[in-house]
């Protein structure tokens, strides 16, 4: 049966297998697994290193050996920190500081370092929350101020733009008020020279 590496932490018909642990299935169930981009086909070299990572994860430090006493099996520190490096508890970087201190630390104690470590973490989280929270506010307003410039700015050009249609309507009404006010071309003569000319007639016919 074809033996796989898995790329990350899994669960599945081969049980349960870490990164980089090895898995063997029947061919039709790997080629589901290679098609689920999780597994890859394991090399000897792969197979080696997952061999050794089981041993050196199983080795123990032998303590308590005294006559009358069954020896207790303690793991290494370092066999610890593994452990909870590929189960996630604990990032790389933090157990080889911890690993540079030499010092044999208890569960307990890693888990005080881990739980320090988390409320550091979360505490510069809150800062950049609130950081944002703020940041938002700000946009926020800013927003608001652009749109209220906007409303003001169209509402300018309305105003203008009434006052521009009024005056030209006034300006008609005066073009229209002046041309009625004109007086209207005579075609004939005026009304004393008409008189003068009746006038002028019966003058004549009298003679």
Known sequence: MPKLKALRGSIGIYGRVKANGIVEVEEKDADKLLKSKRFVRATDADIAAAEKAQQDFLAVNMTGVT???????????????????????????????????????????????????????????????????????????????????????????????????????????????????????ADAKSAPEADQAKEDHKGKAAK
């Open 67 to 185: 006559p009358g006493f069954a020896p207790v099996a303690v793991p290494k520190a370092a066999d610890r920190l593994q452990a909870m490096i590929e189960g996630g508890a604990i990032s790389k970087e933090k157990a080889q500081e911890l690993l540079a201190l030499q010092i044999d630390l208890s569960d307990d104690e890693v888990k005080a370092g881990l739980q320090s470590w988390i409320d550091e973490r979360r505490a510069e989280v809150m800062v950049l929350q609130a950081d944002l929270t703020t940041r938002d506010a700000e946009l926020n307003d800013r927003e608001k101020a652009h749109a209220e410039a906007v409303a003001a700015h169209e509402a300018e050009v309305q105003r203008v733009a009434d006052l521009v249609a009024d005056l030209d309507k006034r300006e008609q009404a005066i073009a229209q008020a002046s041309r009625a006010a004109q007086p209207p071309a």
